[in-house]
């Protein structure tokens, strides 16, 4: 039931936060440490990992190129983020000390399964993400990390998507806590901050009419382009790819850094821009993030800028702005995405489309 929402889709994007809680529910000891009750390879199995691999198609590719940020800081293990389909056609380096992650939503992507299969002819440990008990990938797997958002209907990911987030943050957590290479007190601190995430989202979806009026103005667009940096750039990619699902519109997503090897010849006047602004305060993140809004800019990009509370740097290069709440930038997807997601779903409902069934496209991909 769609409980008086228009769309399976919208009514997924405002149980997020509900979603996230959930996911997060009963993840600590009484003695404050990280515990994942499904994960069945011991503790010993993983402080002999020295390498992942993490595998996954569409959305959930998105998932795990920002599980690479927070894996590789947290715990200094090495990670590549594989398409499925691409994984076992370039003869991966695999040994017994390869932890394969494979995230999907529905345990069932074919392309995710064969790629699993292929690990473990090859004896390295599996560990699956997902979101449908006893589905295949799962029971494929040497241990499984349940995300709980429930069933998702619409075919464009979203509650599945912020709860994928959510099992990376943990698996990474837990792996810092097994190895090591963080203080509990840190791991205790992330874990209160992953735990203010559902109102975080919260916030931005009461928010969502702006987003729609947003929406509204570019109803009329040919081509949308997304930009991100850091833990941004993935989202950026997520953004682009509802658009395209959804709306059939042609959308891009770049690392801003990018720009000025290729893509900034795209911009021309009007073109809308939405750009994915790291938190203040990081490296040089924020400001480069600023010059390369201020590049599309001035070649006549119309930017809308998803910027923090109180970040008025931003403001002197910004057609439009979305505020996001203050969080970390590892942290930062979880909030990021939701105004994309809002922002798909308007435009395809503007022009008709049927939202949670669009064209040439099935919610699990049984074949390869
Ligand atoms: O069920 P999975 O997570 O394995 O599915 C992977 C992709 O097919 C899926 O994320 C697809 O890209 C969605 N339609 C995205 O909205």
Redesign the pocket.
């Known amino acids: 039931e769609k409980d008086g929402y228009d769309w399976f889709m919208r009514k997924e994007i405002f149980e997020q936060p509900r979603a996230l809680a959930d996911s997060l529910l009963g993840r600590r000891t009484p003695t404050g440490e990280l515990q994942l009750d499904e994960m069945r390879l011991s503790d010993d199995e993983l402080r002999d990992i020295d390498k992942m691999i993490i595998i ?5 590719f998105y998932a795990g190129m920002v599980a690479k940020y927070a894996i590789e800081h947290w715990t200094r293990i090495p990670v590549e983020v594989e398409l499925a389909s691409e994984f076992r056609y370039r003869d991966p380096i695999l040994t017994q000390s390869t932890l394969v992650v494979a ?7 074919a392309d ?1 399964l064969q790629a699993i299969r292929h690990a473990r002819v090859q004896r390295s440990k599996v560990l699956a993400i997902c979101n449908t008990n006893g589905s295949t990938i799962p029971r494929e797997s040497d241990g499984v990390i349940y995300t709980h958002a429930g069933p998702e209907i619409g ?3 979203t509650k ?1 998507y912020l709860t994928q987030l959510i099992a990376c943050y943990l698996l990474a957590l837990y792996l810092a806590q097994v190895k090591g290479t963080r203080y509990g007190d840190e791991i205790s601190q992330v874990i209160d901050q992953l735990e203010e995430m559902p109102g975080h989202v919260q916030t931005v979806l009461d928010r969502a009419d702006q987003v729609y009026a947003l929406a509204q103005e570019h109803v009329g667009t040919r081509s949308v382009l997304f930009l991100g940096r850091h833990a941004g750039y993935p989202v950026a990619l997520e953004g682009a ?2 658009l395209k ?1 959804i709306a059939y519109l042609h959308a891009e997503g770049f690392a801003a850094g990018e720009l000025k090897h290729g893509p900034i010849a795209l911009i021309e006047d009007g073109l809308p821009v939405l750009c994915i602004v790291p938190p203040r305060g990081r490296d040089q993140l924020h400001d480069k993030m600023i010059s390369g809004i201020q590049e599309v800019r001035a070649r006549g990009a119309r930017t809308i800028c998803l910027a923090e509370e109180g970040d008025d740097s931003i403001t002197p290069y910004a057609d439009a702005m979305i505020r996001l709440p203050n969080v970390p930038v590892l942290l930062q997807p979880l909030v990021a995405v939701v105004p994309l997601q809002l922002f798909a779903c308007e435009i395809a409902t503007a022009l008709g489309h049927d939202v949670d069934q669009p064209r040439n ?1 099935a ?3 049984t074949v390869e």
């Open positions: 996954a198609a569409g959305t959930s995230i999907s939503q529905s345990g069932e992507t995710t075919v464009a990911s599945g790819l509802k699902e496209l919610k699990s991909v």
